[in-house]
């Protein structure tokens, strides 16, 4: 829906899509918010706008299944109200898309500069029995689903950091820093994390020193080899509240530290 990389050209596009999907969220709070498990507790049935009870409450599960995945009510007894006649149509509309790319090679933007080919671009195989493609120092303490999403997240980044000639980085909500300590030690980027759960900064820092000493530790004893490039610094972690007040000059001073 949306370019992978914003410029001038797209600010406005994305403006108006972020306006839009605020106003969608905002109307559509209270069922947003609403949980499956407190459904008998919270009364959520009475939350419904009335003419929405009258609808669904005379409608067909296969019907009701049909209308969310065509966004085309059923013809019943009751004439469906337009704000939940158009609930599924707008959701679908504003939602990002679900396909999952199948190579970063599908991508031209983020094809390395110089490249001859796109071998060495494809995603690395995924193992249920480890990761292999993360050393050990990258794989501890992190379970195999993060492993698998932060080996993907750390290509794209390295290669959208080469296209913009781009050394520094900036993690948003950076949890205990699994991402950003592979896309700092083994990328070797500039990176600063942000977090607003202070106890997560500490295990970061914790995992941080652990993954060092480990590499120092193998390359002492000999098991890599002593030609192997250096691991870049550790990220800064700095414990911070992004809000509406936070401004870009702001993020930039911690990004740069």
């Known amino acids: 829906m949306r370019p992978l990389v914003c410029d001038a050209r797209h600010a406005e596009d994305v403006k108006r899509y972020a306006s839009l999907l605020g106003t969608f969220l905002s109307q559509y709070s209270w069922l947003n918010d609403a949980y499956v498990l407190d459904y008998f507790v919270e009364q959520q049935w009475l939350k419904l706008p009335a003419s929405w009870q009258a609808v669904l409450s005379a409608v067909e599960l ?7 995945e065509t966004g085309v009510p059923v013809q019943g007894r009751f ?3 337009l704000s939940l006649m158009c609930l599924a149509p707008a959701a679908k509309l504003l939602a990002l898309s679900r396909s999952p790319v199948a190579s970063p090679a599908g991508i031209p933007l983020l094809s390395p500069k110089n490249s001859t080919g796109t071998k060495n671009l494809e995603w690395p195989a995924f193992d249920l029995h480890g990761n292999r493609n993360l050393t050990h120092p990258f794989r501890k303490h992190v379970k195999l689903k993060k492993q698998h999403e932060i080996t993907r997240l750390a290509m794209v ?6 296209k913009c000639g781009c ?4 993690d948003v909500g950076s949890g205990q820093g699994h991402l950003a300590r592979l896309l700092a030690l083994d990328k070797r980027l500039r ?32 098991g890599e080899s002593k030609t192997a490039e250096p691991l870049g610094d550790p990220p800064q972690h700095v414990e911070l509240e992004v809000s509406m007040t936070t401004t870009p000059a702001e993020l930039e001073q911690i990004a740069f530290t």
């Open 191 to 222: 990176v600063a994390t942000v977090d607003l759960v202070g106890s997560h900064l500490a295990s970061a820092q914790h995992f941080d020193r652990q993954a060092v000493l480990h590499v120092q530790k193998k390359k002492a004893a000999g």
């Open 157 to 162: 980044v390295e290669l959208l950091a080469q």
């Open 62 to 68: 296969g019907d009701l299944s049909t209308w969310l």
């Open 79 to 81: 004439v469906w109200p």
């Open 167 to 170: 050394l520094h980085v900036l």
